[in-house]
């Protein structure tokens, strides 16, 4: 079983609708999450950090449930732009690694 | 700042081949990293550096070297080049610490197929 899975999508929403994607964790101990995203053919940046009591960035929220071991992120509002490659990522252990899922695509209709 | 840099931007090996991936970062960052990206795989870390002068192995390190030559650069090669190595790599930079390396600056990728 892999540490962090995703959906791959491609999740297909039409402009101004909300989405959300899921992600889930193997590793109770694991300390740390964040989303990247990733545009075809170009590399991962990062879009945000995770916090257990859930933050918000714009159109974007982020939340963590510890007890359900998932991630999840919503977008409202989507936008063409939005069409691109949700990372799940989290840290899962004390060292510098990060683990990636393979992601879910999102592809934003006009 | 051009930051992450990497080169060549795509290769062709055969099998047997042998070959140095260069990456350069220019935001004075102690901490570098290489990735690999397969389809359904997602982004796997093959070796990392936390600071000038050490390396660590990550997930998938046989087959690979790599070498931290000074702060900025941080080269990634393969002896013998193997099919199964065929992918696109991703170096990465990041502050050192606990509370800043997982916010990493990736460069464009290297797509490396092997025939």
């Known amino acids: 079983r892999k540490e962090v899975e995703q959906d791959p999508g491609p999740f297909n929403v039409p402009e101004g609708a909300t989405v959300a994607f899921n992600c889930t964790y193997s590793?109770?101990?694991?300390?740390?999450f964040f989303w990247y995203r990733q545009d075809c053919r170009k590399e991962p940046k990062l879009l945000m950090s995770?916090?257990?009591s859930g933050n918000e960035d714009g159109r974007f929220t982020a939340q963590l449930n510890r007890a359900s071991q998932y991630i999840s992120l919503l977008i409202r509002d989507s936008k063409l732009s939005d069409s691109a490659t949700y990372l799940c990522?989290?840290?899962?252990?004390?060292?510098?690694?990060?683990?990636f899922g393979s992601g879910t695509r999102l592809l934003v209709r006009p | 700042n051009a930051g992450v840099t990497q080169t060549p931007k795509f290769q062709v090996l055969k099998t047997g081949q042998s070959m140095t991936l260069q990456c350069a970062q220019d935001?004075?960052?102690?901490?570098m990293y290489w990735y690999r990206q397969d389809p359904g795989m997602g982004l796997r870390l093959i070796y990392y550096?936390?600071?000038?002068?050490?390396?660590d192995k990550g997930e998938v390190p046989n087959g690979y070297n790599v070498s931290r030559l000074n702060k900025r650069e941080f080269s990634l090669r393969l002896e013998s080049a193997a099919p199964s190595q065929t992918s696109v790599y991703f170096c990465?930079?990041?502050?050192?610490?606990?509370?800043?390396?997982?916010?990493?600056?990736f460069g464009p990728g290297t797509r490396l197929t092997v025939t």
């Open positions: 990465a930079s990041s502050e050192e610490g606990l509370a800043a390396f997982w916010e990493q600056y």
């Open positions: 590793n109770s101990a694991s300390q740390s």
């Open positions: 995770v916090y257990s």
């Open positions: 990522v989290g840290r899962m252990d004390s060292s510098y690694k990060l683990i």
């Open positions: 935001m004075n960052h102690n901490s």
């Open positions: 550096s936390a600071s000038e002068g050490t390396t």
